[in-house]
């Protein structure tokens, strides 16, 4: 029997270091990863919106 083993995110140091900046800072966090991308305009202005919208984003993002 052979089981089909679903790929699990990858998550090393500098993702780490991203979810903690995205904690703090959620623009800085998706900023290091996408750099000025679509990505980052919508996490900014989550951000403005609402602190905690753009935090969820963030980590969404970072964890994709």
Known sequence: MSQKETPK???DAAT???IILAIFL???G???RYAIG????ICLLL???GYLPGIIY???VLLL
């Open 16 to 18: 780490i270091v991203q």
């Open 26 to 28: 959620p623009p800085l």
């Open 9 to 11: 995110p990858k998550v």
């Open 38 to 41: 679509m990505e980052f305009w």
């Open 58 to 60: 963030a980590i969404y």
């Open 47 to 49: 951000t403005i919106l």
């Open 30 to 32: 998706v900023f290091l």
